[in-house]
């Protein structure tokens, strides 16, 4: 065990509840709204409430509705996306189950598009039938709205950093907290406790997520000792906008869905050229493909065009992207929009089984943070809003067993952390650029050690009093992007969004899961999905 600050329990300010929530995407948010129905509810974020990365969600969410789509589809698109990693009880129980979370929802009163009367289901790569539901390309800002306005009863606490977990004998028992705008450190004894802190695409320089995905929970669950998994997966989305200053914005798979295409510097469209699935390719397909042709190019960008698209339709079914572009000059009906790769989302995380419960007793995980065995190598599009509502909402129900636990408070401390200054931003930005150079889309073992050997010359990152949001979220990147690469070393083939230049091809021996716990590092030794081919 491992705490990131020096504290003792006995002297700081402390409060009692059924429930700690940690993080406020699709995943807290729900299992905040679901949880009070039982006990009392503190929900805790870093930020504000409604800055997360499920707020930045476009394409929409994925569940089985039309006649002609079955769930056994919906299983299959996942499973050949993951690339022989899912577990397949996992995925079905995410497809099986996301009808009755959907309807919840719709409930709740948050609107999601509708033609006819119906649904409208539009597509994404990798799926073989038109199941993705959408409100516009906000979908992730609609949804969390909708469950902010029915947060009533749950004592919310925002600008409020968690700084550790308080785990006794492998059971959680609260979380230390600091308060970020009054600058005092306080302890929550709780009978539960629900990370749902989201991803950690800030590793690399180039991203999608907000700067709140740091890894917060990932780094909180593996200091106490929970298991890892899957740590070596990354997906980069690959379109996100090359702006001209910088900006990364991403630009949802579901305009390639309406029929836009990827051209080349020369104007060509390439993607026949990579996969017959074509601009509807699994995401690290494409990105590699961008990749390929950038680096025969003398920029570094390639063009999503969608001139064939109406402009009037476009304007309606993505609105917050035509107001981007066009605010960049850019007339969709002669222009192309430039894009390039970006890290998008975390396959990999805190162990799980399928109530979202991970290794330590008492403490969940959901979301991004989580790896519940449904993404496997990588994610199907669209299936990420859908297993944090999922099983979040599976958590909340498993976690009734533990409601009638009585707390007793026990004594934590710390202080072996030194109070020392550092170029914190110098730091961060030294490391997103190297794991953007050496951990990204390509891979080989020089780059690898490259990283860790960069790693190693800055362990001092770890013993640092992290109790500020600066050095706290530099402790979990230092954290998470360590796991990361140990793993992508120790995976000696291709799979995936993980593709290594050194061993380019996949090796069925090494179809099983990477886990880790502390600085042990292992295969699971069991296979969890058979490989479907397409």
């Known amino acids: 065990m491992s705490y990131s600050v020096n504290f003792d329990s006995n002297e700081v300010e402390s409060y009692m509840s059924d429930y700690v929530i940690v993080g406020s995407g699709i995943a807290g948010l729900n299992a905040s709204y679901l949880a009070k129905s039982y006990g009392e509810v503190f929900l805790l974020t870093k930020d504000r409430l409604f800055r997360s990365n499920s707020s930045l969600a476009q394409g929409g969410i994925a569940c089985v509705i039309s006649q002609i789509d079955s769930f056994q589809s919906h299983i299959e698109d996942t499973i050949y996306a993951g690339a022989g990693l899912c577990d397949r009880e996992a995925v079905e129980v995410l497809v099986k189950e996301a009808p009755s979370n959907i309807k919840r929802l719709i409930d709740l009163g948050i609107n999601f598009d509708k033609k006819d009367g119906q649904l409208e289901l539009g597509r994404e790569g990798a799926h073989s039938a038109n199941r993705i539901i959408h409100a516009g390309d906000y979908t992730g800002k609609e949804i969390i709205n909708g469950l902010i306005s029915v947060l009533d009863g749950v004592k919310i606490f925002e600008d409020t950093l968690v700084l550790d977990l308080l785990v006794e004998d492998n059971m959680v028992k609260g979380i230390l907290a600091k308060n970020l705008i009054l600058n005092q450190i306080f302890i929550v004894w709780a009978k539960v406790v629900i990370l749902a802190t989201g991803g950690a695409g800030n590793l690399f320089l180039n991203t999608t997520n907000p700067d709140t995905s740091t890894g917060d929970g990932i780094s909180l669950a593996a200091r106490q000792g929970a ?308």
Not at 526 to 531: E, N
């Open 227 to 534: 298991v890892l998994k899957d740590m070596e997966f990354m997906q980069f989305h690959p379109t996100a906008l090359h702006g001209k200053d910088g900006e990364r914005f991403l630009i949802t798979e579901a305009i390639r869905g309406e029929g836009g295409i990827l051209r080349n510097e020369k104007g060509v469209r390439f993607m026949p050229f990579y996969h017959k699935l074509n601009e509807l390719a699994p995401r690290d397909v494409v990105s590699r493909a961008i990749l390929s042709e950038i680096s025969k190019s003398k920029i570094d960008y390639v063009y999503l065009d969608v001139s064939n698209i109406d402009k009037s339709l476009f304007k309606q079914r993505f609105p917050s992207i035509f107001e981007k572009i066009e605010k960049m000059g850019i007339d969709i009906e002669k222009d192309y929009i430039p894009v390039s790769p970006a890290a998008h989302y975390y396959m990999g995380g805190i162990a799980t089984d399928l109530n979202g419960e991970t290794t330590i007793k008492g403490l969940y995980a959901c979301g991004e943070c989580a790896c519940t065995g449904v993404q496997g190598a990588n994610r199907l599009a669209s299936n990420s809003l859908l297993e944090g509502l999922v099983f979040s909402t599976r958590a909340i129900s498993d976690s009734k067993k533990y409601l009638n636990n009585k707390i007793v408070p026990s004594h934590f401390h710390n202080n072996d952390k030194i109070d020392v200054e550092i170029d914190i931003d110098g730091l961060k930005h030294e490391l997103r650029y190297l794991m953007e150079k050496n951990v990204g889309i390509i891979r080989s073992e020089n780059s690898l050690k490259t990283m860790l050997n960069w790693l190693k010359l800055h362990e001092n990152i770890l013993y640092i009093n992290a109790d500020d949001r600066a050095k706290n979220e530099l402790l979990s990147l230092y954290i998470v992007s360590k796991y990361m690469t140990m793993s992508a070393l120790l995976r000696k083939e291709s799979r995936g969004s993980h593709f290594r230049t050194d061993y380019p091809e996949e090796n069925e021996m090494y179809r099983k899961h990477i886990l880790i716990r502390g600085d042990e590092i292992y295969f699971d030794g069991q296979d969890y999905s058979t490989k479907i081919d397409r």
